[in-house]
């Protein structure tokens, strides 16, 4: 007999450790060096944990052997409300935050006890392709709204109107954005919120870069801006505390909960099948919270994330046929190859063809649920001068590259 993987995962995809991945594990088993910038994973590039979470997990192993209440430990939980009412979110209490395995599996339960067979969640396109992979993993229908590259990646209002159904159950929102690096103004989010208000849509609010932001920019946690919005925000440690491999996120529920028992009691059911999140990294989270914001001095001008996001932008829009929309938050650019320069059918095989030839591992950009072959999306994690190399050697190797 062969077992095949269930119908569910039609059409489900995450490129962002999809098959060129396994090029790149078996390139690495044949003894060549590969520059991994598929994933925003800071411990990789030399970025180091701050050394109270370490010690807080530490000190707290002794106690951290058992099961946890389903939603999390109580300090953590607590830290996560007072972050929240600092940023202006009211009426937020400790039973309204879930701790999680990471962001993703939190995202994963809040699709799942949300969407049936055939309801429509919109997600923006470029996405994080977790959202699009989750929503149709449930049995839903993930519509994708625009954002426009020529207007700095922003949503286009009027295209997200035009999508919305009687089948639309919820609006997805990443900002800082993951790939595009915009981060919104707060006329924007009040546009978007105005929209869901009108068709009483839930919010699914991906704000974990929320921290990671250059030039002064400023993030309005959309929370904070509608108290009359139902709105799920997700949120963790492992970008701007460097601590990935922790898998320590949150998810916090504010707004007219009332309207929405049945569904939390959902959540709340999803939350205790997986009999809680792990303990020992939900230590981290009020040492975190509540500590040194070290984030801080690695954004500010001449930080060392801001000197990397500066390189990549000037050196990827050197490139002739390459252009890049400045990243104001996060930790990735994503770029545009110019169809007319370089003549592209297939981004993954061009993506594969680029690790093959120079040991270099991005992702493509339909891989972010864009339509047309001609984005690609890069991380700029890595030091300065390491990003600057890379950078070149795309340049030469798209300057004789073809496809036919």
């Excluded at 999140?277 to 500010?300: C, E, F, M």
Aim: charged content about 25%; overall charge negative; hydrophobic content about 40%.
């Amino acid at each position: 007999m062969e077992f095949r993987q269930s119908s569910k995962l039609n059409g489900v995809c995450y490129e962002i450790r999809g098959p060129v991945v396994d090029q790149a594990n078996a390139l690495e088993e044949a003894g060549h060096s590969v520059l991994r910038l598929n994933t925003g994973n800071p411990a990789t590039f030399g970025f180091e944990a701050p050394e109270e979470i370490l010690q807080d997990i530490i000190r707290n192993l002794p106690r951290a052997h058992g099961y946890s209440d389903s939603r999390g430990i109580l300090p953590a939980r607590r830290a996560v409300v007072q972050y929240y009412q600092q940023r202006g979110v009211d009426g937020v209490t400790v039973n309204d935050v879930y701790l999680g395995n990471g962001v993703s599996e939190l995202i994963q339960m809040a699709v799942t006890a949300l969407v049936d067979d055939g309801d429509e969640v919109l997600v923006p396109m470029p996405d994080y392709p977790l959202w699009t992979a989750v929503v149709r993993l449930a049995g839903g229908k993930a519509v994708h709204y625009a954002c426009d590259e020529e207007a700095d990646w922003f949503p286009d209002l009027d295209d997200i109107a035009a999508k919305i159904t009687a089948r639309t159950k919820a609006i997805v929102v990443i900002n800082p954005n993951n790939p595009t690096g915009a981060v919104y103004p707060k006329e924007l989010l009040e546009g978007i919120l105005d929209l869901a208000r009108r068709h009483q849509l839930m919010v699914l609010a991906d704000e974990i870069y929320d921290k990671i932001l250059y030039d002064g920019v400023e993030h309005h946690c959309l929370a904070a801006l509608a108290d009359d919005v139902l709105t799920l925000t997700f949120n963790g440690l492992s970008k701007s505390y460097r601590v990935a491999g922790f898998r320590s996120g949150w998810l916090v529920v504010s707004g007219p909960k009332q309207h929405a028992s049945d569904y939390l009691e959902g959540l709340t059911m999803l939350s205790g099948m997986r009999l809680c999140p792990n303990v020992p990294s939900q230590y981290a989270v009020q040492a975190a919270l509540g500590g040194h914001q070290s984030i801080n001095d690695l954004v500010l001008p001449g930080g060392r994330l801001t000197e990397q996001r500066d390189v990549a932008f000037r050196a990827l829009n050197e490139i002739p046929g390459v252009s890049c929309v400045k990243p104001r938050g996060a930790l990735y650019a994503f770029a545009k190859l110019d169809p007319a320069v370089h003549r592209i059918v297939d981004d993954e095989r061009f993506v594969l063809d680029l690790l093959l030839r120079e040991k270099i591992h991005v992702v493509q950009g339909t891989g972010f649920n864009w339509p047309r072959p001609d984005h690609f999306r890069f991380v700029t994690l890595p030091r300065a001068d390491d990003l600057e190399t890379a950078i070149n050697r795309i340049g030469r190797f798209l300057a004789t590259y073809r496809q036919t």
